[in-house]
């Protein structure tokens, strides 16, 4: 882990972001999987999946964005969560509720010298998180729930609804979103979020009950950030709330908050795009997650190589693409998948030069060109 840290005192300036989500893993198709969880999607259970919960946090630069290591992983079962931060996890806590444990443990590492500002999409727009946060003096940007409640200027009033009133605000930059050119814009006002929390308990019988609590009020910023396309349509938009200090301007929140994809762009590569997460035949948990961990890994691996434009490494960069046999979209130069394929196709033919004398080799390709009918 030590690299780690000098990959995180290396490329951040003053904050290292760090991206928590969840990711379900689909095993709906391998019955021999242990502790699989069944997930109900709908009353009448025509539609379920089955699998493991995967729980991530990844760190990323405050510079450009760019994913510099995965800080913190999770996988939870039926019957046990396997982590690499703690070994008891409650398996009866939720998300929000691991994820206060989680952050604490980032914010005890002493390897880490930056300020920690935790990103969070839609699900934890949750008061008692906030006020978790705000106790500790822990910074987040949280995307906020259209429907949920804010105080601001003596009214109660919905997020969406108050982003309705706030026009468009200043311009930050033009982004690619979704294959589509867009600008984004930014403003923003000081609200108060003082709705009651809830607590779980749990009955003498073991039920769990909801205990309403009453609390301070918390001081946050609300940060309406839009996409917006060349003939002035809102693509996206997207409510914030977050207590970084005003000397970190909106517009550069908005930018931190637009670079939360980078999580998904992850979980991508561990499952559709890279290493086939979702295939991997292990039976036992445990060995699932220590062969994820190795991935992940590897995924620091190609982040550093897709980030080093050093003039040697260009040169590997086109070797990998060349070896990995896809297609990169014009304009970019490389992709982490990409990569990822050249480099195991690399480190396989690295294996067959140790394995077989070139010669051997050689004389092979030209035994089949001769089965195909291609050798002159």
Not at 215 to 242: C, N, Q, T, Y
Not at 334 to 362: I, K, P, V
Request: aromatic share 10%; glycine share 4%.
């Amino acid at each position: 882990m030590d690299e780690a840290f000098k990959l995180i005192e290396d490329g951040c300036d003053e904050y290292l972001l760090a991206i928590h989500d969840w990711s379900h893993l689909d095993y709906k198709n391998q019955e021999k999987k242990k502790e699989c969880i069944q997930t109900r999607h709908s009353k009448n259970q025509k539609r379920y999946s089955i699998g493991y919960d995967l729980q991530s946090t990844l760190a990323i630069s405050d510079k450009e964005g760019q994913p510099i290591v995965p800080l913190v992983q999770n996988l939870k079962t039926r019957e046990h969560t396997y982590s690499t931060y703690k070994e008891d996890i409650d398996q009866n806590a939720t998300h929000l509720e691991e994820l206060q444990l989680r952050a604490r443990y980032i914010r005890n590492i002493q390897s880490i010298k930056k300020h920690i500002v935790d990103i969070i999409d839609r699900e934890a727009d949750s008061i008692a998180l906030m006020r978790y946060y705000s106790a500790h003096h822990y910074s987040f940007l949280i995307r906020g729930n259209d429907r949920s409640k804010v105080h601001y200027r003596g009214e109660d009033i919905s997020q969406k609804e108050l982003a309705r009133r706030m026009d468009r605000g200043e311009y930050v930059k033009k982004i690619s979103y979704k294959n589509k050119e867009v600008y984004i814009y930014v403003n923003e006002v000081d609200i108060l979020i003082t709705r009651d929390t809830y607590q779980r308990t749990r009955n003498a019988d073991g039920t769990l009950k909801r205990k309403k609590v009453k609390g301070e009020a918390i001081p946050v910023r609300f940060i309406v950030e839009r996409l917006i396309d060349k003939e002035g349509e809102v693509v996206a938009s997207w409510l914030l709330l977050s207590n970084v200090p005003n000397s970190v301007s909106s517009e550069r929140i908005a930018l931190w908050y637009y670079w939360r994809w980078k999580i998904e762009s992850y979980f991508k590569l561990l499952k559709s795009s890279g290493f086939n997460l979702e295939q991997w035949q292990q039976k036992d948990p445990l060995a699932l997650f220590k062969r994820l961990l190795i991935a992940s890994y590897a995924c620091v691996l190609v982040w550093k190589i897709e980030q080093d434009n050093t003039q040697r490494m260009q040169k590997i960069k086109k070797i990998l693409i060349k070896l990995s046999g896809r297609l990169i979209e014009r304009g970019k130069a490389s992709t982490s998948s990409a990569l990822l394929a050249g480099l195991w196709n690399y480190f396989s033919a690295m294996d067959l030069l140790q394995m077989y004398e070139l010669d051997e080799l050689l004389s092979i390709r030209d035994e089949l060109k001769d089965v195909m009918g291609l050798r002159v």
